[in-house]
């Protein structure tokens, strides 16, 4: 099993620090039942996310579902040859043979792995649901990389839009959760960041 070392993609200045333990204080108020989320928007905050819901005391599994940008690969500078969650959904490979350990014991991750996609089948969804379905008894909470993916979001039991501030108003907020909901999505709420 592959093993990656995440302190620098999860290291954040003591205000960001205590803005991403307020966001997971209030996934973890939510109670159990949003055991899969997905952070839809700017990449890197939900790894961000996941390493909080670690350090307050839980197990989580971090998935890189945005399968149309492999933007953590090219972080770790992983090279082609990593298999993820899009071998995965092709089925020719296993759930827990795409599975990286970290340096942080209760903290695992899938990479998305090789993909050429701009968007997910159906019968990508329906793998999706039964990865989802089959890993949530072994943690505590699943945290989904989705990108701007409705097809991601929907298959979570609950989802976080992140607008960045210099980007953010009230009726596109609005018009967001609105888009998402439509599409099948359980948003609750609405992440506003700044780099």
């Given at each position: 099993?592959?093993?990656v070392?995440?302190?620098?993609?999860?290291?954040?200045t003591?205000?960001q620090?205590?803005?991403?333990k307020?966001?997971c204080?209030?996934?973890?108020?939510k109670?159990?039942?949003?055991?899969t989320?997905?952070?839809?928007?700017?990449s890197?905050y939900?790894?961000?996310l996941?390493?909080?819901?670690?350090?307050?005391?839980?197990k989580?599994?971090?998935?890189?579902?945005?399968?149309?940008?492999?933007v953590?690969?090219?972080?770790?500078?992983l090279?082609?040859?990593?298999?993820?969650l899009?071998?995965?959904?092709?089925?020719t490979?296993?759930?827990?043979?795409?599975?990286?350990?970290?340096?942080?014991?209760?903290?695992?991750i899938?990479?998305?792995?090789e993909?050429?996609?701009?968007?997910?089948?159906?019968?990508?969804?329906?793998?999706?649901?039964?990865?989802?379905d089959?890993?949530?008894?072994?943690?505590?909470?699943?945290i989904?990389?989705?990108?701007?993916?409705?097809e991601?979001?929907?298959?979570?039991?609950?989802?976080?839009?992140?607008?960045?501030d210099?980007e953010?108003?009230p009726?596109?907020?609005?018009?967001?959760?609105?888009?998402?909901d439509?599409?099948?999505?359980l948003v609750?709420?609405?992440?506003?960041?700044n780099?």
């Amino acid at each position: 099993m592959f093993s990656v070392n995440i302190d620098k993609l999860v290291a954040t200045t003591p205000a960001q620090e205590k803005a991403y333990k307020e966001l997971c204080n209030r996934v973890l108020a939510k109670g159990r039942k949003y055991k899969t989320l997905a952070v839809i928007g700017e990449s890197g905050y939900a790894l961000r996310l996941a390493a909080a819901i670690v350090d307050a005391g839980n197990k989580v599994l971090f998935v890189d579902a945005d399968v149309t940008t492999p933007v953590f690969m090219g972080k770790y500078r992983l090279g082609k040859n990593l298999e993820g969650l899009c071998e995965y959904l092709d089925g020719t490979q296993d759930d827990d043979k795409i599975r990286c350990l970290t340096n942080r014991s209760d903290l695992n991750i899938i990479f998305s792995g090789e993909s050429s996609r701009q968007t997910l089948s159906q019968n990508d969804e329906d793998r999706l649901r039964k990865f989802l379905d089959d890993n949530m008894d072994d943690y505590d909470y699943i945290i989904l990389e989705a990108g701007k993916s409705a097809e991601v979001a929907r298959n979570c039991r609950a989802s976080l839009v992140l607008i960045d501030d210099s980007e953010y108003s009230p009726r596109d907020a609005r018009e967001k959760i609105e888009f998402y909901d439509n599409e099948g999505c359980l948003v609750l709420g609405v992440v506003i960041t700044n780099a």
